[in-house]
């Protein structure tokens, strides 16, 4: 299948810049992760093993990369997927190379803008949107 080329520079280098947030092994592992939900700094770190100094530069780069977002609870911080977009290129890089763990589920993100209806979400919205880059369909 061919896409037509009509995106503009200034969105081209907006993808680009997008997809440089995910350009680590850890920090794919970690956006992997939070594809499942929300998860303490804590959680991240025993379940994905790696190291705390390591795994606060990479929470950093997601959050600069507007990838993440962190909520504080007492002395905890908690991530999550930041929006539907980076929720959406995980899942299919999930799909394509097996990395995480939403097999069949919209990944739990906070809106940015208005909420959608329920309807909007599970596992046959998702499917909708595995044939990326067609925004068409989803």
């Known amino acids: 299948m061919t896409m037509p080329v009509n995106a503009t520079r200034a969105e081209t280098e ?40 390591t795994l606060s530069q990479q929470l950093a780069g997601l959050r600069d990369a507007g990838l993440v977002a962190a909520r504080r609870d007492a002395k905890q911080v908690f991530y999550r997927l930041a929006d ?3 929720a959406r290129i995980v899942g299919v890089l999930s ?11 919209t990944p739990p993100v906070f809106p940015q803008g208005p909420s959608r209806s329920s309807a909007a979400h599970g596992a046959s ?12 369909r989803a």
């Open 14 to 53: 907006a993808a680009a810049e997008f997809l440089k947030g995910l350009s680590n092994p850890n920090r794919l592992m970690i956006a992997a992760r939070l594809s499942a939900g929300e998860a303490s700094v804590g959680d991240l770190e025993a379940g994905l093993g790696i190291r705390q100094p």
């Open 84 to 86: 539907q977009k980076a």
């Open 95 to 105: 799909a394509v190379y097996g990395l995480g763990p939403i097999a069949g589920r």
């Open 125 to 136: 919205t998702f499917a909708r949107v595995l044939p990326f880059p067609d925004e068409g």
